[in-house]
């Protein structure tokens, strides 16, 4: 029973994964770099310290590692409000998990908004609505 479940499990969120990445746009960390401005051969390095600042967090499929686009400027660089999120929740809520959550539909903001697109408007609101989720704050 229990190897069924899991068998379920593993099948649900490849699926997921899957649906995710057709919603939503993602970038290898040579691209991003490019679009900073950065050689193609210190992208890793780049990127790197741009997630242990908690600047942006990346996704593991397969054997890539990707960005989602949406936590970045027009012009490469990390966008802001999203440093106080990945700094609150390092450790906690990151890759995949953080991935769908921000990209989820959330009572907690009008109009049921996904926390992605509240992060711009209210960046507190997103991780007070995050740490709610991971049982840290009462609702």
């Known amino acids: 029973?229990?190897?069924?479940?899991?068998?379920?499990?593993?099948?649900?969120?490849?699926?997921?994964?899957?649906?995710?990445?057709?919603?939503?746009?993602?970038?290898?960390?040579?691209?991003?770099?490019?679009?900073?401005?950065?050689?193609?051969?210190d992208a890793a390095s780049l990127l790197e310290a741009w997630e242990a600042a908690h600047r942006v967090f990346a996704i593991q499929e397969g054997t890539e590692?990707?960005?989602?686009?949406f936590q970045f400027q027009g012009d490469g660089q990390p966008r802001p409000e999203f440093q106080p999120l990945l700094t609150a929740l390092r450790g906690r809520m990151e890759g995949w998990e953080l991935a769908t959550w921000l990209t989820r539909h959330?009572?907690?903001?009008?109009?049921?908004?996904?926390?992605?697109?509240?992060?711009?408007?209210?960046?507190?609101?997103v991780?007070?609505?995050a740490e709610r989720e991971l049982g840290e704050l009462p609702y």
């Open 127 to 129: 991780v007070r609505a």
């Open 106 to 125: 959330n009572a907690e903001f009008p109009n049921w908004e996904t926390p992605e697109a509240m992060i711009g408007q209210d960046p507190q609101a």
């Open 65 to 69: 590692r990707l960005y989602p686009l």
């Open 1 to 41: 029973m229990s190897e069924d479940w899991h068998h379920v499990e593993a099948a649900r969120w490849v699926q997921i994964r899957q649906d995710w990445l057709k919603a939503h746009r993602t970038v290898s960390a040579e691209a991003i770099a490019r679009l900073a401005g950065c050689l193609a051969t």
